[in-house]
């Protein structure tokens, strides 16, 4: 794929890398990244060449310092803002993606690179990443998920602290409150996500696919079904290998 301005997307050795690529502005989310990231999600999902996901910001300085603020200012109605999403729903397509999706964070991570690393799996920080929900002082809710996401993995306490009073963390409170996996240098960010991606293609796809949409859906489950559905994948996995549940 190509012809894209502000992400890059390559592939080697079944794993995808999606590079936020607008570093003179800190990556943040524009409408054009919106639409590229749509379609280079749509090809991640459709093809069975890629295996797992990784998830890193270009540049020196940030991850993703959140939506971009001089498009916000020139936003366009509600209604159309609301059509827009209807028809490139980024945040219910990345949800979706059955594959392991790691994020590989550093320097600054605000707004909606929290909500792009929420929609990932793996979590992984440098030593120097900062995350932070500016939006109460923008006077906004979060638009990607966030007050969804990021109660679902901090819990609801944390998570209204970081939304409701803007606090930014370093990445050692994000380890200790489980917002990331792991901590690491700024040097070993990217080969620590690599790491995992080679343990994560060592095994069955359908095993690890299936296992992200039993914990993942489970999540919002009520244990019993949780565990219905456990069983269901379970099934289904025994009849696609040739084995017997
Ligand atoms: N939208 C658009 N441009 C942004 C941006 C954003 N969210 N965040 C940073 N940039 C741009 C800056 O305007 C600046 O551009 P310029 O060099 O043309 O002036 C460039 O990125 C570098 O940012 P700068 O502010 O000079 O870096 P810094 O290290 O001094 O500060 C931040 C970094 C993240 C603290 C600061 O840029 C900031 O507060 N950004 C806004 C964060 C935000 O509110 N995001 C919205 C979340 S909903």
């Given at each position: 794929?190509?012809?894209?301005?502000?992400i890059?997307?390559?592939?080697?050795?079944?794993?995808?890398?999606?590079?936020?690529?607008?570093?003179?502005a800190?990556?943040?989310?524009?409408?054009?990244?919106?639409?590229?990231?749509?379609?280079?999600?749509?090809?991640?999902?459709?093809?069975?060449?890629?295996?797992?996901?990784?998830?890193?910001?270009?540049?020196?300085?940030?991850?993703?310092?959140?939506?971009?603020?001089?498009?916000?200012?020139?936003a366009?109605?509600?209604?159309?803002?609301?059509?827009?999403?209807?028809?490139?729903?980024?945040?219910?397509?990345?949800l979706?993606?059955?594959?392991p999706?790691?994020?590989?964070?550093?320097?600054?991570?605000?707004?909606?690179?929290?909500?792009?690393?929420?929609?990932?799996?793996?979590?992984?920080?440098?030593?120097?990443?900062?995350?932070?929900?500016?939006?109460?002082?923008?006077?906004?809710?979060p638009?990607?998920?966030?007050?969804?996401?990021?109660?679902?993995?901090?819990?609801?306490?944390?998570?209204?602290?970081?939304?409701m009073?803007?606090?930014?963390?370093?990445?050692?409170?994000?380890?200790?409150?489980?917002?990331?996996?792991?901590?690491?240098?700024?040097?070993?960010?990217?080969?620590?996500?690599?790491?995992?991606?080679?343990?994560?293609k060592?095994?069955?796809?359908?095993?690890?696919s299936?296992?992200?949409?039993?914990?993942t859906?489970?999540?919002?489950?009520?244990?019993?079904?949780?565990l219905?559905?456990?069983?269901?994948?379970?099934?289904?996995?025994?009849?696609?290998?040739?084995?017997?549940?």
């Amino acid at each position: 794929m190509s012809g894209f301005e502000v992400i890059i997307y390559e592939k080697q050795d079944g794993t995808g890398y999606v590079t936020l690529n607008r570093p003179q502005a800190l990556n943040a989310y524009n409408i054009r990244m919106r639409d590229e990231l749509y379609e280079v999600l749509g090809a991640i999902r459709d093809d069975p060449e890629v295996r797992v996901v990784i998830f890193k910001g270009a540049g020196e300085k940030a991850f993703c310092a959140g939506a971009d603020l001089s498009e916000f200012l020139t936003a366009p109605s509600p209604i159309i803002a609301r059509r827009a999403r209807f028809e490139r729903d980024v945040w219910g397509l990345f949800l979706s993606i059955e594959k392991p999706l790691i994020a590989a964070m550093h320097g600054y991570v605000l707004g909606s690179g929290i909500e792009i690393a929420l929609c990932c799996d793996i979590r992984l920080a440098s030593e120097d990443a900062r995350f932070g929900l500016p939006e109460p002082g923008l006077g906004i809710i979060p638009a990607a998920g966030g007050s969804q996401t990021l109660p679902r993995t901090i819990g609801g306490a944390a998570a209204l602290e970081m939304l409701m009073s803007g606090r930014w963390i370093t990445a050692g409170e994000a380890y200790r409150l489980k917002l990331v996996n792991r901590v690491v240098s700024r040097a070993d960010l990217l080969p620590e996500a690599e790491r995992i991606a080679d343990k994560i293609k060592a095994y069955n796809p359908l095993a690890v696919s299936y296992i992200k949409q039993a914990v993942t859906r489970g999540l919002d489950l009520p244990l019993e079904a949780g565990l219905e559905l456990e069983a269901k994948l379970g099934r289904r996995l025994a009849l696609a290998t040739g084995e017997r549940a």
